[in-house]
């Protein structure tokens, strides 16, 4: 009797993003094919491992949700970024949650055309810089071309289509003290992008002072739930939104396992994650999309 060879992990996540074809190109943008999705989010697979031993339905979701903002996990626009949730049994699983990096939040603004400009800068202590507030603020920033230092501080200037001006500075000891509070603060992006990632935090300290649609402020605001502010903001509630955490609450109660990443031995409980909504009341309407969402899961592992 020949026995079937074992499906790789990578060669799983192949045949469970295939299945779920239709689903991606109904949200992908007109300009991305699922073809090159897929390949992109394969790329990310193999540059972090981690990604294939993480609750699989967070990282179909994460992905779905990248999707819907029409941008890419390269690692530039937007970057999927493992955590540990404590379990109620006290061990900890691996969840895969959606990132949007600088280079995705400035092309949305770009694309909306809600502002004239907008730009976000690292400052060095070789650089020459300054910045006054009160009547007549302003930010003069003059890089130094080669070796610059150390970063000081970060800042964003906005320009309104009514000619308005916006500007926020952190100091590094502000970026730290929000990276602190994030649940990626040890994580490969804050670690190997670190200017990146503070660009990103003034982006979204200013963010709360300009006018913006809900579909921009839902991209700055993707990953709020990645920080545990003491007084965090309503997320964004979209119609959208909705049904998404619909779904992931319905995937809560899915037994979702990878061919030779998950022990057999691990144990389960009822929630796989502490961020569950317990009120959400999900129709049968919702109950069918999630259904067909994840519909191949346990074909993909029987095979």
Same mark, same amino acid.
């Given at each position: @009797?020949? !026995? ?20 991606f190109q109904a949200v992908l943008p ?15 697979? $193999? ?33 999927? +970024?493992? &955590? ?11 969840? /895969?949650?959606?990132?949007? @990096? /600088? ?6 603004? %770009?694309?909306?055309? =809600?502002?004239?400009s907008i730009s976000a800068h690292v ?5 020459? *810089?300054? &910045? ?12 130094? +071309?080669?070796? %610059?230092? #150390? ?14 001006? &916006?500007?926020?500075? @952190? ?5 730290? %003290? ?6 990626? #603060? ?16 003034? $982006?979204?300290?200013?963010?709360? %002072? ?8 839902? +991209?700055?605001?993707?990953?709020? =739930? @990645?920080? =545990? *502010? ?15 955490? !619909? ?13 030779? $990443?998950?022990?057999?031995? =691990? ?13 959400? +009341? /999900? ?19 029987a095979n």
């Amino acid at each position: @009797m020949t !026995q079937q060879p074992t499906q790789n992990p990578l060669q799983l996540l192949d045949i469970q993003f295939a299945e779920r074809k239709a689903e991606f190109q109904a949200v992908l943008p007109s300009n991305c094919s699922f073809e090159r999705f897929a390949r992109i989010v394969k790329t990310a697979a $193999i540059q972090t491992p981690e990604l294939l031993a993480a609750d699989r339905a967070s990282l179909f979701m994460s992905c779905f949700k990248t999707a819907q903002d029409g941008l890419l996990p390269d690692g530039r626009e937007a970057a999927l +970024v493992i &955590y540990n949730t404590k379990q109620k049994d006290g061990s900890y699983k691996k969840f /895969v949650q959606y990132m949007p @990096m /600088v280079g995705g939040v400035l092309k949305k603004v %770009r694309n909306s055309g =809600e502002l004239a400009s907008i730009s976000a800068h690292v400052v060095y202590d070789k650089d020459e *810089f300054d &910045y006054c507030l009160g009547d007549y603020e302003h930010i003069t920033h003059k890089p130094t +071309v080669g070796e %610059r230092g #150390k970063p000081i501080c970060a800042y964003a200037i906005v320009k309104t289509k009514d000619n308005a001006i &916006y500007r926020e500075v @952190m100091s590094v000891t502000d970026i730290e %003290r929000i990276r602190s509070i994030s649940k990626s #603060k040890d994580g490969q992006a804050w670690k190997e992008h670190w200017a990146e990632m503070a660009k990103k935090t003034v $982006i979204r300290r200013i963010s709360k %002072r300009l006018p913006m649609s809900t579909d921009l402020e839902q +991209v700055i605001h993707r990953d709020d =739930e @990645m920080f =545990e *502010f003491d007084n965090k903001p309503k997320p964004v509630n979209t119609a959208v939104d909705t049904i998404n955490k !619909q779904v992931i609450d319905i995937s809560d109660a899915v037994e979702v396992e990878s061919a030779d $990443i998950e022990h057999a031995d =691990e144990p389960k409980t009822e929630n796989t994650t502490d961020e569950v909504n317990n009120d959400v +009341v /999900v129709s049968p309407e919702i109950a069918k999309k999630a259904d067909k969402f994840y519909k191949g899961m346990s074909h993909a592992k029987a095979n």
